[in-house]
């Protein structure tokens, strides 16, 4: 098979661009749909692109969560969504970001999913594997009813990822193996360090994007090269995707290592609070909630047609994959690659679906951070690559390839029309927040990214930047004092206080161990009330200079250099010396 050349990536382009604008054309009508995490990452991306303004380039502290407190919910949450968000936010109306983001984010995985199914079919093949992933069940369900655009980001990598998986493994290597689909790098690899290194940045894409997917394609990515190194009879497959594993780890640590370590200072256990379990959440669980035993028989239902899709795909691929190998490719390659490919995808497909059903609970229990998966059914997101994929291989040798396509496209309509009429569509959601930060109310805060000792329910509601309270908690009223602000910006606040009396002042922010509190140039600690940690600053009489500035903290600065290491040593893999093509008898060795 030869090479992707650029009039194919540019179909490939057209066909998955065209798919996503058909994915978001109800919200030319309808409105945006208001799924149930749209707030959270609407208000992401106003919040960041507020703080550039402000001269912030990376934000850590999200300024305007729990009605202007704040939260350190961009130490959690991995930063190319909200990024992307900002940055669209900065560019376009507001209101054109989530339609825009969605298009963009289904156009590359359009585009992912043609480079995996290109090495396996034909061109018709992969631009149709490119539009049914695109369009998957699973992608619908997240653009019309979760909005987790996060991790629909983070599901656009995921065929990319698989393909330089087995890429590095020794699965596909270009000529050495009778010119499998080798997209990515016409020369034939050897030492493959150019596949670890676009592996590992792809890798840590995934991460970076959404930490749930990012342990989703951990435990694949370790299935598919525990498999290779079996089928390989050979542990080199393993150490090769082990190393390439390391590495992207080492480009995440910047985010990773502070998001893992400063877990303690926060309510992180609230992410798996009642609801977020994977035991209420596994396919057709029902709970005590009506709407979320509606919603999950929903999931439950685009879950059960996407298995029952890859199962029928699947087998008409592996048939005619089977039958149509050539004896004049397979002897010149010793072996059946495409074969090998649809095993690989076979296997991901089947533990992605097993691990959706409820006796599996054992696993979710024991396995390292799956439980922070939460949603058993988000394996959908590893399933609909290998649907698109047996898709792509089974439309290549259709007879009727129309009637393939027209029920593909039936099934895909018929879903999007029970997602969109079960969704809620609103124009005003992004108006309205942009308002709240406006007037100073800001949005609701998260549950599991409250600091430690605080209940962001019981803050006080319309809260002014600084007040005055008495030295010591009394009734009477507090003394009188002057009030100056000098600078109030998300990682940096100054006042200046004037007051005859000792006294307190009470700051519009949650304390947290990466704040450093300065009275008159020399560190405090802050006091907190009883039930939150709003930060109160106890004062002496007369005039006092208070600053409150966000400091880089140790696990920062370590993920930081981790990240600029791994960055360093990354370069040398891209720009290594390239080598004449192989020939004779050391090109099929």
């Known amino acids: 098979m030869k090479n992707i050349n650029s009039r194919e990536w540019t179909w490939a382009l057209i066909v998955s661009l065209a798919t996503a604008l058909l994915i978001v054309a109800p919200f030319f009508v ?61 560019l376009l109306p507001w209101n054109a970001v989530p339609v825009v983001f969605i298009v963009l984010t289904q156009t590359v995985a359009g585009l992912c999913a043609f480079a995996l ?26 653009v019309y009813m979760r909005s987790d655009f996060a991790e629909q980001l983070a599901a656009a990598f995921y065929p990319l990822l698989f393909l330089l998986a087995l890429r590095v493994c020794g699965i596909l290597v270009g000529e050495k193996r009778g010119q499998a689909g080798n997209i990515l790098d016409s020369e034939p690899t050897r030492g493959q360090n150019r596949d670890i290194a676009l592996f590992s940045a792809v890798f840590a894409a995934v991460w970076l994007s959404n930490a749930p997917a990012g342990v989703l394609a951990s435990y694949t990515v370790a299935l598919l090269l525990v498999w290779a190194a079996w089928h390989e009879k050979s542990l080199w497959p393993a150490l090769r995707g082990a190393a390439g594993l390391l590495l992207g780890l080492g480009l995440t640590a910047f985010y990773l290592l502070p998001a893992a370590y400063e877990q303690k200072w926060v309510s992180i256990e609230q992410a798996l609070s009642s609801g977020l379990q994977p035991a209420q959440n596994f396919l057709y669980t029902a709970t005590a909630d009506p709407q979320h035993t509606l919603f999950n028989w929903i999931a439950s239902s685009v879950a059960i047609l996407l298995i029952a899709v890859t199962g029928i795909a699947a087998v008409l691929s592996w048939r005619k994959t089977t039958t149509a190998a050539s004896a004049e490719l397979a002897m010149a390659t010793r072996k059946n690659w495409r074969a090998d490919l649809n095993v690989a995808m076979l296997l991901v497909a089947a533990v992605a679906t097993f691990l959706m059903l409820r006796f599996t609970a054992i696993f979710w229990r024991l396995l390292p951070k799956l439980r922070f998966v939460q949603f058993p059914w988000r394996w959908m997101a590893i399933l609909a690559v290998a649907c698109a994929f047996f898709q792509a291989c089974a439309f290549r040798r259709a007879r009727r390839r129309w009637i393939v396509v027209a029920m593909v496209a039936t099934l895909s309509v018929a879903t999007a029309a029970l997602l969109i009429h079960q969704t809620w569509w609103d124009t005003e959601d992004i108006p309205v927040l942009r308002a709240a930060i406006r007037d100073g109310s800001g949005f609701d805060g998260t549950d599991e990214y409250d600091p430690l000792g605080d209940d962001h329910y019981d803050l006080p509601a319309q809260a002014p930047e600084a007040a005055i309270l008495n030295a010591e908690d009394a009734e009477e009223p507090p003394p009188k004092a002057n009030i100056r602000i000098e600078k109030w910006i998300a990682s940096d606040k100054q006042l200046l206080v004037t007051s005859a009396e000792a006294s307190r002042v009470a700051l519009r922010l949650l304390d947290y161990p990466a704040w450093r509190v300065e009275v008159n140039g020399k560190p405090i600690a802050p006091q907190h009330p009883e039930g939150t940690a709003q930060m109160l600053v106890p004062l002496q009489p007369g005039t006092s200079q208070i600053r409150i500035h966000l400091v880089m903290t140790k696990d920062r600065e370590a993920g930081a250099a981790i990240t600029l290491l791994s960055l360093l040593a990354i370069v040398p893999l891209f720009l290594r010396v390239r080598r004449p093509p192989l020939k004779g008898r050391d090109a099929l060795a």
């Open 30 to 90: 309808l409105g945006a749909a208001s799924g149930h995490d749209f707030e959270f990452h609407a208000s992401s991306w106003l919040d960041a692109a507020g703080q550039w303004k402000e001269g912030i380039v990376f934000p850590r502290w999200t300024e305007w969560a729990n009605h202007g407190f704040g939260e350190p919910r961009f130490i959690f949450y991995p930063p190319l969504s909200w990024v992307l968000g900002a940055a669209l936010g900065s």
């Open 117 to 142: 199914a290109r090495t396996a079919t034909s061109r018709g093949g992969a631009l149709f594997g490119a539009a049914c992933y695109a369009a998957n069940p699973y992608a619908l369900l997240v």
